[in-house]
């Protein structure tokens, strides 16, 4: 099993980044999938979520990132994705992807995000 983000990188305050989670040795499709981050001395934040299974999936936001973020996924790419827009100093961490259904919890190995001039 294995989840791996990709997308984090240096940006200006304003501007954009898309993180992408791909997921393999599980079927995501079943998988409630979600973004996180973390900066140092400070509790990991739930920062996107988005529901799995068979129904129009329904996606939750951190206050702070609501119209800025949108979460989504490509089931057949096995793949959940993270847009950032309107990045600020503030959203400045490591990204970390979760797969969770039942008992199964799953998190990737994190991927930088520094928003700065």
């Known amino acids: 099993v294995q989840l791996v983000e990709s997308g984090g990188g240096l940006v200006q305050p304003g501007g954009s980044l898309k993180l992408s989670c791909t997921g393999s040795g599980f079927t995501l499709s079943r998988y409630g999938m979600s973004w996180h981050r973390q900066v140092p001395g400070k509790e990991r934040e739930l920062v996107a979520a988005?529901?799995?299974?068979?129904?129009?999936?329904?996606?939750d936001y951190l206050d702070s990132v609501k119209g800025r973020f949108t979460v989504s996924r490509d089931n057949n790419k096995k793949t959940a994705y993270l847009q950032m827009n309107s990045l600020k100093p503030s959203d400045t961490a490591v990204y970390y992807c979760n797969a969770k259904w039942l008992a199964n919890n799953y998190w990737g190995q994190g991927t930088q995000v520094t928003v700065s001039s």
């Open positions: 988005i529901t799995g299974g068979l129904a129009d999936a329904d996606t």
